[in-house]
Structures are given as C-alpha cells and as structure tokens.
C-alpha cells in the first residue's frame, strides 16, 4: 500500500525556518507530481505548492512566494517543503500528496491528487 508519511512539523518562533519531508513507501513516485497543501484550524486546506515529476516546473500560493521553496530527491522518493520568514499566519497542518498527472495550472487543487499523507503539524508563535 502507498503511504505518504510527513515530518519536520514543529514549533517555531516568527522569522524562523522549517523544512518539512515527505517520504513515500510502496510505490516509487518518480513519474508523480507532487503537492504541499496546509489547513489552518476553522480554514480549508489550500494549496501551497507543487512540484512536476522530473522538478523543472513548480508552482507557489501568492502567500508564500518568495518564502517557501519546493523541491524533490526522486532517488529518494521525497519532497521537501523549505519554509523561510515564517509568519504567525502559516500556522497550518501540513499535508503533501501524490498525483499521477500533474498540471502546473492546476496543481494547487485537491482533487488533483491520488493520495495523501496524514499531516504534520507546524506552529509560528513566540
């Protein structure tokens, strides 16, 4: 079974940084594009980022340009999610997800995508 599973989730004082993973299992993802997404307690979850398969096309939320990097290690069937400056508001649990097709126009959308991990926890407070 394909499961995705997130890490690097913290507490983190504003202006700081964090890099979330995203490790898959069961399947190789090489050939998938790959999103962030993060839902805010009372918000929807909203599309953050993502990545096409081979890395040479990415998309970012207008929120996070310039902060927030994506990237994939295919060798390591990984995606990475660099989050600098944070701020207070990108207090969110983290999601990233697997899409067997991918659109750059799109790709900041749900139903994108086939699957999904379980979230990951990060907190922007002094």
């Known amino acids: 079974q394909l499961q995705l599973v997130e890490s690097g989730g913290v507490l983190v004082q504003p202006g700081g940084s964090l890099r979330l993973s995203c490790a898959a299992s069961?399947?190789?993802?090489?050939?998938?594009?790959r999103g962030w997404f993060r839902q805010a307690p009372g918000k929807e979850r909203e599309g953050v980022s993502c990545i096409s398969s081979s890395g040479g096309s990415t998309n970012y939320a207008d929120s996070v340009k310039g902060r927030f990097t994506i990237s994939r290690d295919n060798a390591k069937n990984t995606v990475y999610l660099q989050m600098n400056s944070l701020k207070p508001e990108d207090t969110a649990v983290y999601y990233c997800?697997?899409?067997?097709?991918?659109?750059?126009?799109?790709?900041?959308?749900?139903?994108?995508?086939?699957?999904w991990g379980q979230g990951t926890q990060v907190t922007v407070s002094s």
């Open positions: 069961g399947f190789t993802l090489d050939y998938y594009g």
């Open positions: 997800a697997a899409a067997s097709t991918y659109s750059s126009k799109w790709c900041r959308l749900r139903y994108e995508y086939d699957y």
